[in-house]
């Protein structure tokens, strides 16, 4: 099984003018991760408008992403659906085109209890062998998964490898750790506020599941490191607190709003916002590229 850690990039989805996936978008931006030092990236998150992709796109881009990062870097992708058939029609589908691992979450809207968010889990993972992992975001889906569903999820399922936590709450934090003592590893969202990052990593989780790295990837890869002396928890703090305030702008939208606005700043592809979503205004534009100049990220990333 994988063991993921460090900085765990997730992903936006290109487009091209016409509105159809930008394929070659794609390998740029993943190439890109390569080379900076990202240890793994994730497909078909929030940050990849999941929920305004066709089943056909996202199975086009499983197909196709697989291609671009066999071998080279692993990655996850989401097979977040609103039934748990759809979801595990999904997670099928990435493990016949050999995708490294899976993310399910509990189905938004329909505000399921706790049994029923165990069930949908457990139906999932045992529908594949390969390694999986859950998205726990209740700001988004509407229900929190506690740490006593995760341990009964981690105590049943060998694939079940990291719990990707978008929670506010250092106790979730120190349950699950506590609960499954390390057998399944936290990766936190950059999500709440980026509030939950030092605590992560403070309390024995390996790495973070992060949009920032989509912009700073190298910084990304270095406060992202699981602690495993001073010097390294030191380097991360220092590192974490500098960009800061560009962590705190992507957050002024939902994601991937400012992503993508920060990557077009760059010369990267990332083609426009599916709608509902709209783009941030000219003078917000300048605004982030006045914090992006200030940290030295245009002169650093920039490719225009």
């Known amino acids: ?27 740029t931006l993943i190439d890109r991760q390569i080379k900076y030092g990202t240890s793994q990236i994730f497909i078909l998150g929030s940050a990849g408008e999941t929920t305004l992709l066709a089943v056909d796109e996202k199975k086009e881009i499983i197909k196709e992403v697989v291609k671009i990062t066999k071998g080279r870097i692993p990655a996850f992708f989401s097979a977040a659906s609103t039934t748990t058939e759809g979801s595990i029609e999904l997670a099928k589908y990435c493990e016949e085109q050999g995708a490294d691992g899976v993310i399910f979450t509990v189905p938004p809207y329909v505000l399921i209890p706790q049994e029923s968010a165990f069930n949908h889990m457990d139906r999932c993972m045992s529908s594949i062998s390969i390694p999986c992992g859950i998205y726990n975001n209740p700001s988004r889906l509407g229900v929190l998964i506690e740490p006593e569903t995760v341990q009964r999820l981690s105590a049943k399922h060998e694939n079940f490898v990291v719990d990707k936590e978008a929670v506010g ?30 605590p992560t990593l403070a309390v024995g989780g390996t790495g973070t599941a992060n949009i920032g790295g989509n912009i700073i990837p190298e910084e990304a890869a270095k406060y992202s490191r699981p602690w495993k002396s001073v010097q390294i928890m030191e380097e991360c703090r220092a590192e974490y607190f500098k960009y800061f305030p560009l962590l705190e702008a992507f957050y002024e939208y939902s994601n991937p709003i400012v992503i993508k606005a920060a990557l077009k700043l760059l010369g990267l592809p990332a083609g426009h916002l599916r709608k509902p979503y709209e783009d941030i205004s000219v003078q917000e534009y300048k605004d982030l590229e006045t914090v992006m100049t200030k940290l030295g990220v245009m002169e650093k990333y920039c490719v225009k």
């Open 169 to 198: 709450s250092a106790a979730q934090l120190v349950q699950v750790q506590r609960l499954c003592k390390g057998k399944v590893k936290i990766m936190c969202c950059d999500s709440p506020g980026y509030s939950i990052v030092i």
């Open 1 to 27: 099984m994988i063991n993921l850690q460090g900085s765990w990039v997730a992903m936006p989805t290109p487009f091209t003018k016409d509105n159809k996936i930008d394929f070659d978008g794609f390998k």
